[in-house]
């Protein structure tokens, strides 16, 4: 058949997924899945009930749309757009100002908001009257990357302050805060922002308010390898994100061989969300999107006008299918497993027993693709069920030819889940 290919196996493991009386073997499933080579094993995290971010962060945040331009009009109308959507419903929790809110500092040393923001404590309450969280934004230098007001000094002062106008979640990145460690050796530099990390995460502590805790530093410093054990909940493993597709492909490849970091309470962090906006606004490009960032665990921040979303930008965002893949209770983030040429084949194990696999075109046409089942550990057919198009597909086999668009994904969920 014409532009098909079919995609060669990462690493050469497979088992047998045999019927019994019909129905399927959950444990030959679940040990061909045990069995798959994963790059890096799952990290283990002891998390109890109360640990903020049990499952990824799902929210909003002013930064892509607003930059530092955000006012306390445009939070409110967010809050208000997220249930009107039908996004809070979805499970976007979080509604996050990002830059550009603060002041200046009294003589006591308080920080205090700027004028677009007359009264955050109000503006916090308006958001959880709406059974939503409020989000804010710091960090740990003297200033912020918009050149406002930081935290260095005051963190203990801050976190008081935060907590005291009801804030849930902290975005808490580098920016002028990476001038000290210029000059500096690498470990050095890495000492030195732990060290700043961890200040604010003792003093976020002390409020004895649960605050999630995002770090913001572009990766540097292997921050993956060592963010939870400064209190982070998230942390970005990426370089920024831009709206088009390139840099979205970019930033999801750039977590293969993390995935032993994340688990419950702690998540890799491929930056927010573009969905929707200018450049990353076709389905097919938008589906990809949202397809990557859910095999690979990460937390979805939307960062999108909510005012002016369209059918197709709301209904990937809020696709039931394809979120309860990134809230996945067992939190195990996904790989890419095998490519050939433009055709890249991501899997991820869940909670059920089943697997969730993605069929990526990375070209600007269309492809006819085969699954590579020696890679995903499987043999003979297998139930699978189209998650973007909400269809049982039956059995499917090597012979099943998938038309996946330029730019575009297959996304599965193979196997049969396990009762509860």
């Known amino acids: 058949m014409k532009n098909v290919s079919t995609l060669a196996s990462a690493d050469g493991k497979r088992l047998a997924l045999t019927r019994r009386h019909g129905m399927y073997s959950l444990c030959c499933l679940l040990l061909a899945i045990m069995l798959l080579a994963w790059s890096a094993a799952a990290r283990s995290f002891a998390v109890d009930t109360a640990t903020p971010a049990r499952t990824p962060p799902m929210g909003w945040n002013s930064w892509n749309h607003f930059g530092t331009a955000v006012t306390a009009a445009d939070i409110r109308h967010a809050a208000d757009a997220l249930v009107s959507s039908g996004m809070a419903a979805a499970g976007y929790r979080y509604v996050i ?23 955050m404590k109000a503006l916090a309450a308006y958001v959880h009257a709406k059974g939503l969280e409020f989000g804010i934004y710091s960090s740990p230098g003297k200033r912020t990357c918009g050149g406002y007001a930081g935290s260095a000094g005051h963190e203990a002062q801050d976190a008081r302050t935060f907590a005291s106008w009801g804030v849930d979640y902290l975005k808490y990145d580098m920016c002028s805060f990476t001038r000290q460690l210029e000059g500096k050796p690498p ?27 995002a770090l913001c530093n572009g990766g540097w410093g292997r ?58 606004d076709d389905p097919a490009m938008e589906r990809t999107h949202m397809s990557l960032w859910t095999l690979l665990a990460a937390p979805l921040i939307a960062g999108n006008d909510l005012s002016a979303m369209n059918a197709d930008t709301r209904a990937v965002l809020t696709n039931p ?67 973007w198009r909400h269809r049982d597909l039956g059995d499917i086999d090597t012979r099943r030819v998938f038309q996946v668009p330029a730019h575009g994904v297959i996304l599965l969920e193979l196997g049969v889940p396990a009762k509860s």
């Open 321 to 387: 299918e394809v979120l309860a893949i990134d809230q996945d209770p067992r939190g195990v983030q996904g790989r890419r497993v095998a490519q050939r040429g433009p055709i890249q084949l991501w899997a991820r194990p869940l909670a059920n027993g089943t697997l969730a696999v993605g069929l990526f075109n990375t070209l600007d046409h269309p492809l006819g693709a085969t699954l590579d089942f020696e890679a995903l550990g499987l043999h003979g057919a297998v139930p699978a069920r189209d998650l």
């Open 187 to 213: 470990a050095r530099q890495v000492a030195m922002m732990k060290a700043a990390y961890l200040r604010m995460h003792h003093a976020l502590d002390a409020t004895g308010r649960p605050i999630v805790y």
């Open 223 to 280: 921050i993956w390898t060592w963010g939870a054990a400064v209190g982070g909940n998230l942390w970005r493993s990426s370089a920024d994100i831009r709206s088009n597709y390139q840099s979205m492909l970019f930033n999801a490849t750039s977590q293969l061989g993390l995935q032993r970091y994340a688990g419950p309470g702690h998540w890799n962090d491929p930056d927010m969300l573009e969905i929707g906006n200018p450049g990353m």
């Open 97 to 119: 100002i990002d830059d550009g809110w603060q002041g200046e500092r009294d003589a006591r040393g308080v920080l205090h908001p700027n004028a677009k923001f007359p009264d």
